[in-house]
C-alpha cells in the first residue's frame, strides 16, 4: 500500500472542514488517515472515499471535502491500496462556515507558523497576569524572518541594515543612524567616538562627564572604560530625569560632555539642558534606550545633542531581540560610528573616505585596511529585517501605552485611597511621553514596607522590579572599587532607591476592569498593612 503523508498539523481544538485535490488515476478506494503521533496506529481513523470508485480515468483532479474534529496533533496521510499515482495537488483547512481559511497548502509555511504561533505567543507573559514585558511583535515579523532565512540572502549586515538605519533616521529625524547589536553597544559607540583620536571635539582621558544617578550601567561603563570620569548629578524624582537644577554645580574646568537618560520614556526639560550644553560647550549625549518615540517640543528624544542611542531589546519599545542604533547629524561621526562599529576598517565608510585611503596606502589591501582602534559591534541583517516590520508600528504601540499609562494614573489620582500613598511621575508641558512602564514611589512613611510591596504584588500576578538601576551610584562596583561617592548628593535618586518600582505597561490597551482590577490590588496593600499595624 503506498502511502502519502499530506502533512503533519499542529491545529487547535476545533471543528474544521478539510477540502483536498488530489490528481490520481483509477483507483478503486482512497483513504484519508488522521491520526495522532502519540497514539499507535490502532487510534487511526480511515475515511474511505469511494466517490470515483465508477469512474475510470488517467490521472485526474479529484476534489473532496470532509468534516473532522482536531483535538491536538495529527498526521494526516492519504493510502492508495492499488497503486501509486496519486499526487495531492492542494488542500485546504478552513472553519465549519467554509468561510476562515486555516490552513492551505499554497501558502503552508504561513499557515504552520501562524498555527503555532496563535498557541505559543499568547502565553509569553511570564506567568503574569500584569507582566514587565508585553510583546511587541507577532506573525508579521515571524514570517519575514523565516522567510528572510529561507530566501538564501546574506544573513550578516547588508542591505537590510542599511534600509533599517535610513527608515530610523528619518523616523527620528537625524540625518544619520547606525545599528548595532544593543543597547549598550549603542552607548559605548557613541563614547567611543567622542574619545576617538578622529573625532573632532576629542575628549581627553579624566574629562568629566556628568550622567544623571538613576541610570542604566551600561550609560556609565563606557565612560570608564573609555578613560571618562563620570561626574553623577541627582534626580528630579516627579520626572525621574537628571534634575537641571543642580547640573552646573557640578561643572568645572574638566567638565566636557554631559551625558543624559531620559527615564522610562520621560525626560527632563530639554530648554534648560540646551541652554546648559551652550552656555557652557558641552558635547551632549542623550541615552534613549528607554524611550523611543518620545518627543519634546515636537522634537524626538535623542536627536537634541551630538549623539542619540536606542535600543532594541525585547523589553523595550521596538524589538529586534537584541539591537540597538546611535543617531548622529554629523558625517564625519556617521562615518567614525561605522569604523569603529566593524573593526575600525574603512569597508563601510563613503566611497570617498575609502579612496582617500586607498590612495595614501596603496600598499596595503584595501578590503582589510584598518583606520582606528575598532570593535565588532555588528547586527544582523535579521535584525533589521524584524525592526523594519516593528517600527512601522511603533506609534500604534506607543498610542496604546500612552493610554493605559493615563488610565492608571487617573485611577490612581482620583482614588479616594490615595492619601499622598502612591506618587506617579509627571512629563514636561509641550513633550509627547511614550510611558515604557508605570514608575511608582509610594509615602516615604512606608519605606521599611518597600520590599513587602514588591512581594505583594508579585503574588498578586503584578510584575514588578526596581526602577532601572535605583541609585547607581550605590553600587557595588563604586564601592569595591574605592570611588568614595558622597552618598548624601543624591536624596532624590535615593527615594526612588528606597520607596520606588515599576510595573509593566503593555503595548495593547487594557480593559477598564483590568485597570480598576489593578489598581485594587495596589491600594489593598495598604489597608492591608494598616491592619496588621
Ligand atoms: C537607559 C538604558 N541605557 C542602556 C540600556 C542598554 O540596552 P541593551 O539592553 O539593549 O544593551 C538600557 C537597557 O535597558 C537602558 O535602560
Redesign the pocket.
Known amino acids: 500500500m503506498t502511502a502519502i503523508k499530506l502533512d503533519t498539523i499542529f491545529f487547535k481544538k476545533g471543528d474544521y472542514k478539510i477540502s483536498v485535490n488530489i490528481i490520481c488515476d483509477y483507483t478503486s478506494k482512497i483513504n484519508i488517515s488522521i491520526y495522532n503521533d502519540s497514539n499507535n496506529i490502532s487510534n487511526k481513523y480511515n475515511i474511505e472515499y469511494y466517490n470515483w470508485y465508477n469512474e475510470v480515468s488517467t490521472l485526474k483532479t479529484y476534489h473532496m471535502e470532509f468534516s473532522i474534529i482536531f483535538e491536538d496533533k495529527y498526521n494526516i496521510e492519504i493510502t492508495n491500496e492499488e497503486n501509486n499515482k496519486i499526487k495531492i495537488s492542494s488542500y485546504t483547512l478552513t472553519d465549519q462556515s467554509n468561510q476562515n481559511i486555516i490552513f492551505n497548502s499554497d501558502n503552508r509555511l504561513d499557515c504552520l507558523l501562524l498555527n503555532e504561533i496563535s498557541k505559543n505567543l499568547s502565553t509569553s507573559n511570564n506567568g503574569f497576569k500584569y507582566p514587565l514585558i508585553s510583546n511587541t511583535f507577532n506573525e508579521d515579523e515571524i514570517f519575514a524572518l523565516s522567510k528572510f532565512i529561507i530566501s538564501g540572502e546574506k544573513l550578516t549586515m547588508g542591505t537590510h541594515v542599511e534600509a533599517f538605519e535610513k527608515q530610523f533616521a528619518n523616523y527620528i529625524g537625524s540625518n544619520y543612524a547606525v545599528m548595532v547589536n544593543?543597547?549598550?553597544?549603542?552607548?559605548l559607540l557613541a563614547v567611543a567616538v567622542v574619545a576617538n583620536y578622529m573625532y573632532k571635539n576629542k575628549l581627553n582621558p579624566n574629562d568629566e562627564v556628568l550622567v544623571p544617578a538613576l541610570?542604566?550601567s551600561?550609560?556609565v561603563w563606557p565612560l570608564i572604560q573609555c578613560g571618562l570620569k563620570p561626574v553623577f548629578v541627582d534626580i528630579n524624582p516627579q520626572t525621574m530625569n537628571i534634575d537641571e537644577n543642580k547640573i552646573e554645580q557640578y561643572i568645572g574646568p574638566n567638565t566636557k560632555a554631559l551625558m543624559i537618560?531620559h527615564?522610562m520614556g520621560n525626560c527632563a526639560d530639554m530648554d534648560l539642558i540646551m541652554n546648559i550644553v551652550n552656555k557652557h560647550k558641552l558635547l551632549l549625549i542623550e541615552?534613549t534606550?528607554?524611550s523611543l518615540g518620545s518627543s519634546y517640543k515636537n522634537k524626538k528624544l535623542g536627536s537634541f545633542g551630538e549623539f542619540g542611542?536606542y535600543?532594541?531589546?525585547y523589553?523595550?519599545h521596538i524589538t529586534t531581540i537584541?539591537?540597538?542604533m546611535v543617531i548622529t547629524n554629523d558625517y564625519d561621526s556617521y562615518n567614525l560610528l561605522k569604523s569603529l562599529r566593524a573593526h575600525g576598517w574603512t569597508r563601510n565608510l563613503s566611497k570617498e573616505i575609502q579612496d582617500k585611503y586607498k590612495r595614501e596606502f596603496s600598499e596595503i589591501d584595501d578590503r582589510y585596511m584598518f583606520i582606528n582602534l575598532g570593535y565588532n559591534l555588528r547586527p544582523m541583517e535579521l535584525q533589521a529585517v524584524m525592526g523594519e516590520i516593528q517600527l512601522k508600528k511603533l506609534d500604534d504601540k506607543n498610542i496604546n501605552r500612552i493610554y493605559n499609562f493615563n488610565k492608571i494614573k487617573d485611577q490612581i489620582m482620583t482614588d479616594h485611597r490615595n492619601k499622598n500613598l502612591i506618587n506617579l511621575p509627571i512629563s514636561q508641558t509641550d513633550s509627547y511621553i511614550a510611558w515604557f512602564g508605570l514608575c511608582m514611589y509610594i509615602n516615604p512613611l512606608y519605606e521599611s514596607k518597600l520590599n513587602d510591596f514588591k512581594n505583594y504584588l508579585t503574588s498578586n500576578s503584578v510584575e514588578n522590579r526596581p526602577i532601572?538601576t535605583g541609585n547607581f551610584v550605590r553600587q557595588p562596583y563604586f564601592i569595591l572599587n574605592n570611588y568614595n561617592y558622597k552618598l548624601d548628593d543624591f536624596p532624590n535618586a535615593d527615594l526612588l532607591h528606597n520607596c520606588g518600582l515599576y510595573i509593566g505597561l503593555s503595548c495593547e490597551k487594557y480593559s477598564d476592569e483590568s485597570i480598576i482590577n489593578l489598581v485594587n490590588i495596589i491600594f489593598d496593600f495598604f489597608l492591608l498593612i494598616d491592619k496588621l499595624k
Open positions: 544593543s543597547g549598550s553597544s549603542a552607548n541610570c542604566w551600561t550609560t537618560v527615564v541615552d534606550c528607554e542611542t535600543s532594541f531589546y523589553s523595550h537584541e539591537g540597538g532601572i
